[in-house]
């Protein structure tokens, strides 16, 4: 079984800046793509960036050049620097990450638990 654990969320003033961390245990041969999503207070859960295990990331517009994703491999953890926070990106964040769990078997999904981020004054 693998464990992604999330931390760093908490309250921040508009204009702040916050540094999520995930990291992964268990039995893992390798991960692969890692994400982070947030789900607002009475709305869906919607992706917020992704990096592959090459580096290569992508983010949703409403986060592109305030947010930046980045992942240790050494440490199967992935982060999420957080800056020029507003009001609206207050929701639970959650990490995702597809692993596999030992050589040549197909790769699983797992989740973390979440963790909150509050933007207010």
């Known amino acids: 079984q693998v464990q992604l654990v999330e931390s760093g969320g908490g309250l921040v003033q508009p204009g702040g800046s916050l540094r999520l961390s995930c990291a992964a245990s268990g039995s893992i041969f390798s991960i692969e793509a890692m994400r982070w999503y947030r789900q607002p207070p009475g709305k869906p859960r919607e992706l917020v960036a992704a990096?592959?295990?090459?580096?290569?990331?992508n983010y949703a517009d409403s986060v592109k050049g305030r947010f930046t994703i980045s992942r240790d491999n050494a440490k199967n953890t992935v982060y999420l620097q957080m800056d020029s926070l507003e009001p609206e990106d207050t929701a639970v964040y959650y990490c995702?990450?597809?692993?596999?769990?030992?050589?040549?078997?197909?790769?699983?999904?797992?989740w973390g638990q979440g963790t909150q981020v509050t933007v207010s004054s």
């Open positions: 990096i592959t295990r090459g580096g290569s990331t």
């Open positions: 995702n990450a597809h692993v596999i769990p030992r050589y040549s078997q197909p790769t699983f999904s797992f």
